[in-house]
């Protein structure tokens, strides 16, 4: 058994690159990035890089801050997999917060995730009402549809 292999070691690391994650700026994000890339699990590795994706994400306003920070992401994952998923799904979200134009297509093509999280904090009745029609569940479909509603009707 190697080091790699005690369970306990993969839970240090875990816990240290979450902490790392926690505690960094985004120009920690390189070295962040590659300490990921060389952590033998890669199943922890890409927790670990979902949770930096959703933290910058969080942080960064615009769409292009975000854009930028995301490219040598991708180009060190790569455009295929979960965390090329998560990043193009965060685009689309900062696209939709900021009222640039709907891509019905892949708001309804959106993961379960990302249709929830568009209901619960996108305000534009556009997009709910578009979700509304295009959601990929009903419950997401009707909470569209009743958000969409409220967002339009007189006082609000």
């Known amino acids: 058994m190697t080091s790699n292999d005690d369970p306990a070691d993969g839970q240090a690391r875990f816990h240290q690159l979450s902490a ?3 505690e960094s700026r ?3 994000d ?4 590659a300490a990921l890339l060389a952590e033998p699990d890669r199943l922890m590795a890409e927790s670990v890089l979902t949770s930096l994706v959703d933290t910058r994400a969080e942080g960064l306003a615009s769409p292009a801050s975000f854009a930028e920070w995301a490219k040598p992401v991708l180009d060190a994952v790569g455009t295929d997999g979960f965390i090329a998923r998560r990043v193009q ?3 689309l979200f900062k696209a939709l917060q900021s009222g640039e134009p709907i891509d019905r297509e892949a708001l309804a093509a959106a993961s379960n995730w990302l249709q929830r999280k568009v209901v619960e904090e996108v305000d534009s009745a556009t ?3 578009v979700l509304g029609e295009t959601g990929r569940t ?3 479909r009707n ?4 958000r969409a509603g409220r967002l339009r009707s007189p006082g609000r």
């Open 30 to 33: 390189p070295a962040l990035l």
């Open 138 to 140: 009903k419950r997401v």
């Open 89 to 91: 799904e965060w685009s």
């Open 127 to 129: 997009v709910l009402g």
């Open 143 to 146: 909470l569209a549809k009743t």
């Open 26 to 28: 985004p120009e920690d």
């Open 20 to 22: 790392a994650v926690r």
